[in-house]
């Protein structure tokens, strides 16, 4: 059975914070195609949309059932599993919604030329006064590189001025070597550079600010004889603080995940350790303090499947557990999240 690989809620003490960690998650699995904030959930068939919904839960006699929605996260897809919109909902009130409109790499060459252009007829333009944009289509003429700009789409925002440019570069094999992103007016934030190995296996991703100073970076492993990947996440001072190792089955369906995170000296502070079902339909989450050798916590969870196997809704319990006891408070909400999911056409020969 086909469906998403790695799509699961990290603890947290809300809803808000929980789902926010779920995209985050989700689009962290895209990284190779062009960066965690551009790309869609992978799953398969190919997304077009996802809604992922924190509902207010409701009690009805012994049971719980979703409410009002808390929290809505939507995105939506081109068919190269791009995104072409991202909004957020909090009780109805909108806090974000952006628009991605990308450009080919020969548009991407005719900006840069229509900035030139525009250089030359300011009498007052020279090399030292270059702006950073500039710049990088001076360096980069040659190379082929593409663009996605992106517009605030709230309520009293410029529908049509761009809040931030984005300018991929490639390598020889057409994935993406570099991002270049810059702000309203036109100033680099960011560099990132993405390192890859044998066989164009994503190794690293590095994000720089403009003085070339690292800000982050994630490094990937992987084992094919046991089926682990992981991604370790350093700070500015390349400091560990956070590691994800992820077990498959041989199918591709996760099973088993570890996230740990970490203080100076690379201390473990805190883990998780999710197991899921072979079907996907449920699992459970042990939550790990500092260095005890017993769980503090237990989520078990269970899930609805669509006919290709993707969750469409979760319902979370959490228990304490005591010297080895497992103990429940009949009376504590559970999480409930809902995911609503279009799909591009099935690949021929596949159905649901």
Same mark, same amino acid.
């Given at each position: ?20 960690? +779920?995209?985050?998650?989700? &689009? ?21 949309? +996802? ?67 525009e250089a ?12 950073? &944009? ?40 057409? +994935? ?15 560099? *990132? ?53 992820? /077990? ?5 369906? &996760?099973?088993?995940? *570890? ?7 690379e201390r473990?502070? /805190? ?20 260095? &005890? ?19 469409t809704e ?27 999911? /279009? ?10």
């Open positions: 059975m086909l469906r998403d690989k790695r799509i699961t809620i990290p603890n947290t003490g809300t809803a808000a914070g929980a789902l926010a960690l +779920l995209i985050t998650g989700m &689009l962290s699995l895209a990284v190779p195609a062009g960066g965690a904030d551009l790309a869609c959930p992978r799953m398969t068939p190919p997304v077009r949309s +996802l809604s992922v919904t924190g509902a207010q839960p409701l009690r009805r006699g012994k049971s719980w059932r979703a409410g009002k929605p808390q929290t809505v996260f939507s995105t939506l897809c081109d068919e190269r599993g791009m995104k072409t919109e991202e909004s957020e909902y909090s009780h109805d009130s909108l806090v974000r919604k952006e628009r991605f409109v990308w450009k080919s790499i020969a548009e991407a060459r005719r900006i840069c030329a229509a900035r030139k252009s030359k007829l300011a009498t007052s333009f020279s090399e030292e006064n270059r702006g950073p &944009l500039d710049e990088f289509c001076r360096e980069n003429k040659k190379k082929d590189f593409d663009a996605v700009f992106v517009f605030d789409m709230a309520p009293g925002s410029d529908p049509d001025k761009p809040v931030r440019r984005i300018f991929r570069l490639f390598n020889g094999s057409g +994935l993406t070597a570099e991002e270049h992103e810059f702000g309203e007016l036109a100033d680099l934030e960011t560099r *990132t550079v993405y390192e890859y190995g044998p066989g164009n296996a994503l190794l690293s991703r590095t994000d720089h600010a403009p003085d070339g100073s690292q800000l982050r970076k994630e490094v990937y492993s992987s084992d094919k004889a046991s089926g682990y990947r992981s991604v370790s996440f350093f700070d500015a001072n390349n400091q560990l603080k956070r590691r994800t190792s992820s /077990g498959y089955g041989p199918d591709g369906t &996760l099973l088993k995940e *570890t996230d740990s995170s970490y203080e100076t000296g473990e502070i /805190g883990r998780t350790e999710t197991s899921y079902s072979a079907k996907g339909d449920g699992g459970r989450e042990l939550v790990y303090r500092g260095d &005890l050798a017993r769980p503090l916590e237990e989520y078990r969870f269970r899930r609805k499947l669509d006919g290709y196997g993707n969750w979760e319902i979370r319990t959490k228990a304490a557990i005591y010297e080895g006891k497992r103990i429940t408070d009949p009376g504590t909400a559970p999480r409930i999240t809902r995911r609503e999911i /279009g799909y591009f056409p099935a690949p021929s020969g596949q159905s649901r």
